[in-house]
């Protein structure tokens, strides 16, 4: 039995290739047709197919049909669900400089206090 992966899972895959992220670069400037879409990229147009199967999939990017056009549109509802993720890490790690910080305020304190002891025993023993 496969096991269904959750949503966050699969946007985050969907995300790992640096294609399919330069795919959804580019609709950030509106719909773009597939042919338009896959110009820059070095592949056949079945490959960039692939990427944006993989992209729909994940509910990353909706294509419609306009006659002969296929425009494809960015749905960022899906990065939400990964910004929130990621905040929580960020949260963690903003705490963590935080402690750093007043560690190495401390430290430079303590510093300062010795080099101004070790500085005042110098001038005694002229």
């Not at 425009?71 to 903003?94: G, H, I, K, N, S």
């Amino acid at each position: 039995m496969t096991a269904i992966p959750d949503p966050l899972s699969t946007t985050l895959a969907a995300l790992a290739d640096p294609t399919r992220r330069a795919i959804l670069a580019r609709l950030t400037r509106g719909d773009i047709p597939v042919g338009e879409l896959a110009r820059p990229f070095d592949m056949t147009l079945p490959a960039i197919s692939k990427h944006l199967k993989v992209l729909e999939r994940a509910g990353l990017i909706a294509r419609g049909r306009e006659a002969q056009r296929r425009p494809c549109r960015l749905e960022a509802a899906p990065l939400r669900q990964v910004a929130d993720w990621v905040a929580t890490y960020r949260q963690f790690w903003e705490h963590r400089l935080d402690r750093l910080e007043s560690y190495l305020q401390t430290e430079q304190a303590h510093a300062k206090r010795r080099a101004r002891k070790a500085g005042s025993r110098a001038g005694k023993g002229k």
